[in-house]
């Protein structure tokens, strides 16, 4: 009947309405998710620039040692224990010439995942936002074919259940 057909459609407004919401809710968490991924890329680009900063430092200080050959310091060991204390002193400094490059490998790394979350968080906020004009105008054209608007509709629906006996009285 015609009565159940009204019934239907506003129960399937009710679920768009809800829908609505959702997607509302969710917009509003990609927002909180974008500026938290926005503050992770600053904090990564920091990273990446301190340790940007300190390899270039280790460079010019190499530079300004000039190329002094790793043999030419080994062979200017004066005893066995200082040639030990050379090896020792040159494994050092190839660790920490190591560790730099590493971390502004890692800083650079940090960097690039935290745009791709970004653009992944973007791309989701962007989706929801078109999944929810799509759900409003669905909700637009279900009132419209109820008979306008909705929610001042509710008396004639009452009407429509006691002329129908469904009402409770």
């Given at each position: 009947?015609?009565?159940?057909?009204?019934?239907?459609?506003?129960?399937?407004?009710?679920?768009?309405?809800?829908q609505?919401?959702?997607?509302?809710?969710?917009?509003?968490?990609?927002?909180?998710?974008?500026?938290?991924?926005?503050?992770?890329?600053?904090?990564?680009?920091?990273?990446?620039?301190?340790?940007?900063?300190?390899?270039?430092?280790?460079?010019?200080?190499?530079?300004?040692?000039?190329?002094?050959?790793?043999?030419?310091?080994?062979?200017?060991?004066?005893?066995?224990?200082?040639?030990?204390d050379?090896?020792?002193?040159?494994?050092?400094?190839?660790?920490?010439?190591?560790?730099?490059?590493?971390?502004?490998?890692?800083?650079?790394?940090?960097?690039?995942?935290?745009?791709?979350?970004?653009?992944?968080?973007?791309?989701?906020?962007?989706?929801?936002?078109?999944?929810?004009?799509?759900?409003?105008?669905?909700?637009?054209?279900?009132q419209?074919?109820?008979?306008?608007?909705?929610?001042?509709?509710?008396?004639?629906?009452?009407?429509?259940?006691?002329?129908?006996?469904?009402?409770?009285?």
């Amino acid at each position: 009947s015609a009565l159940d057909q009204k019934f239907l459609l506003e129960e399937k407004i009710n679920v768009l309405r809800e829908q609505i919401a959702l997607s509302e809710q969710s917009i509003q968490e990609y927002g909180k998710q974008i500026d938290q991924k926005e503050e992770e890329l600053a904090a990564a680009k920091e990273e990446e620039a301190k340790y940007y900063d300190e390899f270039c430092e280790r460079v010019r200080s190499m530079e300004e040692r000039g190329n002094v050959s790793y043999w030419a310091v080994l062979f200017n060991a004066n005893s066995f224990s200082d040639l030990l204390d050379q090896i020792n002193a040159i494994s050092e400094v190839m660790d920490y010439d190591n560790e730099v490059m590493d971390n502004l490998a890692a800083a650079r790394q940090a960097v690039a995942d935290a745009k791709a979350e970004l653009e992944e968080s973007k791309a989701a906020e962007e989706s929801a936002k078109a999944d929810l004009e799509t759900q409003k105008a669905d909700l637009v054209k279900e009132q419209a074919s109820v008979g306008g608007n909705h929610s001042g509709d509710y008396q004639s629906v009452l009407c429509l259940c006691a002329e129908d006996g469904r009402a409770g009285g």
